[in-house]
């Protein structure tokens, strides 16, 4: 079983729709969470840290559920533009040091938005 | 904004060859870590730097080895070069304790090995 899940998609939405993507992850020592997007051969981008409040920017809204084990992305009024893959992304410190680690990344999700 | 930086952007090799992939981070950013991507995989963690010193490791084959200088550019060989290693290896900077150490990605190294 993968560290972190996704939602498998592809998603394939028309401009202006609402999209929500869902992720959990197994391990309870995880401590930072991103989403990342990538573009078809591309370095992953980050797109957002996510926060046990919840934080927006725009029109992408995170959540972290650490009871539940369960990070979500919610993106608001589509463009053309967002179609991408959405990479869900865990982080745990290194292991007897103070330095955070490497990240552990969800399978993706692809995600289309048409005209 | 500056960011991170790789060379070479694509790389032809033979099988049992060797490779170097460099990269330079962020400015001011204190940690590099090395990733591949296979085709139609997520990026999988190698190897990582913290203040020049090896800070984590993960699935890395024996065969690669990496370090990072004393101006913090980092590199990643390669040896016996195998079918196998062909991917995007991807180069992230990020800075201890800021903005719970969010990590900056590199265009990546394209490796085809043939």
């Known amino acids: 079983r993968k560290e972190v899940e996704q939602d498998p998609g592809p998603f394939n939405v028309p401009e202006g729709a609402t999209v929500a993507f869902n992720c959990t992850y197994s391990?309870?020592?995880?401590?930072?969470f991103f989403w990342y997007r990538q573009d078809c051969r591309k370095e992953p981008k980050l797109l957002m840290s996510?926060?046990?409040s919840g934080n927006e920017d725009g029109r992408f809204t995170a959540q972290l559920n650490r009871a539940s084990q369960y990070i979500s992305l919610l993106i608001r009024d589509s463009k053309l533009s967002d179609s991408a893959t959405y990479l869900c992304?865990?982080?745990?410190?290194?292991?007897?040091?103070?330095?955070?680690?490497?990240?552990?990344f969800g399978q993706g999700t692809i995600l289309t938005v048409h005209p | 904004a500056a960011g991170v930086i790789q060379s070479p952007r694509h790389l032809i090799k033979e099988k049992r060859e060797t490779a170097t992939l460099k990269c330079y981070p962020i400015?001011?950013?204190?940690?590099v870590y090395w990733y591949q991507q296979g085709p139609g995989q997520d990026p999988q963690f190698l190897i990582s730097?913290?203040?020049?010193?090896?800070?984590d490791k993960g699935s890395i084959p024996d065969r690669f080895s990496a370090q990072q200088f004393s101006d913090y550019h980092s590199e990643l060989n390669m040896s016996s070069l195998e079918l196998g290693d062909s991917a995007l290896y991807f180069c992230?900077?990020?800075?201890?304790?800021?903005?719970?150490?969010?990590?900056?990605f590199g265009p990546g190294t394209r490796l085809t090995v043939l």
């Open positions: 992230a900077s990020s800075l201890v304790g800021v903005r719970g150490n969010e990590q900056f």
């Open positions: 391990n309870s020592a995880s401590q930072s």
């Open positions: 996510v926060y046990s």
């Open positions: 992304v865990e982080q745990r410190r290194v292991r007897g040091g103070t330095s955070y680690g490497k990240l552990t």
């Open positions: 400015p001011r950013h204190d940690t």
């Open positions: 730097f913290y203040e020049k010193m090896q800070s």
